[in-house]
């Protein structure tokens, strides 16, 4: 009895997904996001989740970390690790808003664990060799646990280091051209994609 | 020939005031109203635009952070904004002159 409810229920959820389409704009679903929450805790092997961080959290060691983060994270993560950038608006799933509890609540081994390793059938790649002394991954470790401390000040510096690409600085630059008066406000007309 | 084709490139280049992102929008202008919940900016092409302010907008004043009761009627602004149903909904508001960021580089 049990099992034909279960194959009339996912055949019915099967029915659903298929007429809706499958978007990354949608928000995982709560069973999705649980199977996943466990899968990812389970894919992090206990030994892993053990290890301590071997590299003190040192103002140098945070500072090396943040420009770390702002040049190859912040691109899905945002600088304050808020996820809110348009990749990481637009994945599937979303890119979580590391400075809440569902982060910050994971053991340092784990964070670790994921940096080098990555998770997969998401948008987190592995960053590392997989091996337990990579110093830049461990540092950035540090610098998640700061993101729920991260100052406005911090943040705009970190702006300065996040990648761009041409067209992106010839638009910053004409930007800040503009706010600091030296072109005319009334002369553009079209709008420029890329 | 040459010479008109550059004149329409350099005319193209210079014709941009709303850089779009994917759903993201750069707007330039000059505020023309505010309210509490929105900014209404003439923009460089003569446009009026009312742009939505929620609480996860940020202000930069002169590249530094700020909030909205330091932006006055009359201030130039780049507003980051991204589209939602009918509406533009800011993200980032900047104001007030500074020199350029400089750019790191590793």
């Not at chain 1, 809110?84 to 053991?107: C, F, V, W």
């Not at chain 1, 590392?128 to 700061?146: C, M, P, Q, T």
Request: charge should be neutral.
């Amino acid at each position: 009895m049990i099992v034909i409810v279960i194959v009339i229920a996912a055949v019915a959820y099967g029915i659903v997904v298929i007429r809706h389409g499958f978007s990354a704009r949608d928000n995982p679903s709560w069973l999705e996001s649980s199977v996943a929450r466990k899968t990812r805790s389970m894919a992090v092997p206990s030994s892993a989740k053990n290890m301590k961080n071997p590299v003190p959290k040192t103002p140098e060691n945070l500072k090396e970390a943040e420009e770390h983060w702002a040049d190859h994270c912040a691109i899905c993560h945002a600088n304050n690790g808020s996820g809110s950038t348009t990749i990481g608006r637009n994945l599937y799933p979303k890119t979580p808003d590391m400075r809440k509890a569902e982060t910050q609540g994971m053991a340092d081994g784990e964070l670790y664990y994921i940096i080098e390793n990555g998770i997969r059938l998401s948008g987190m790649p592995a960053w590392g060799e997989g091996g337990d002394n990579d110093e830049a991954s461990w540092k950035l470790v540090h610098f998640i646990r700061h993101l729920p401390q991260l100052t406005p000040e911090e943040e705009k510096h970190m702006e300065s280091m996040n990648p761009k690409s041409p067209e992106e600085k010839q638009e910053e630059q004409q930007e800040q051209d503009f706010l600091n008066g030296q072109s005319e406000p009334a002369k553009k007309s079209k709008p420029m994609k890329h | 020939m040459k010479r008109q084709f550059a004149i329409l490139i350099v005319i193209g280049f210079f014709a941009s005031l709303a850089l779009a992102h994917g759903n993201e929008q750069h707007l330039m202008g000059v505020v023309k109203s505010i309210s509490k919940s929105s900014i209404t900016v003439q923009t460089t092409n003569n446009q009026i635009q009312e742009v939505t302010i929620t609480d996860k907008t940020t202000f930069e004043n002169a590249g530094a952070p700020s909030r909205m009761d330091d932006l006055k009627v009359g201030d130039r602004v780049v507003i980051h904004a991204v589209k939602s149903g009918d509406k533009l909904v800011a993200h980032t508001v900047r104001f007030g002159a500074r020199k350029a960021a400089s750019v790191h580089s590793r």
